[in-house]
Nanobody, 114 residues
Framework: VQLQASGGGLVQTGGSLRLSCAAS????????MGWYRQAPGKQRELAAT???????NYAASVWGRFTISRDNDKNTAYLQMNSLKPEDTAVYYC?????????WGQGTLVTVSS
């Protein structure tokens, strides 16, 4: 599975962005999709994952501000990010788990200015 992430950019504190992750093939049989992020000088960490609309998981730091979703018809996952903070600044990576194999997108940079 090849993943193409997009939607990153520069935004002011309190602003919003929506990230997209387009998969190269159908995501109907994919175990889960998710977004991870890596801030400068820090390890990559989980932001959010989704199995289906009733099974989502969020890092405590983004709970209530970020929403993950997936559109199986478009083979795409999304991360809606609201009320952004400077500490959300990071490269965001799309992740897919399919038959227990992890696939990663190339990353998209999100910069939140104070």
């Amino acid at each position: 599975v090849q993943l193409q992430a997009s939607g990153g950019g520069l935004v002011q504190t309190g602003g919003s962005l929506r990230l997209s992750c387009a998969a190269s093939r159908s995501i109907r049989i994919i175990d889960s999709m998710g977004w991870y992020r890596q801030a400068p000088g820090k390890q990559r960490e989980l932001a959010a994952t989704i199995i289906d609309a009733d099974n989502t998981n969020y890092a405590a730091s983004v709970w209530g501000r970020f929403t993950i979703s997936r559109d199986n018809d478009k083979n795409t996952a999304y991360l809606q990010m609201n009320s952004l903070k400077p500490e959300d600044t990071a490269v965001y990576y799309c992740n897919v788990v399919s038959f227990l194999v992890n696939y990663w997108g190339q990353g998209t940079l999100v910069t939140v200015s104070s």
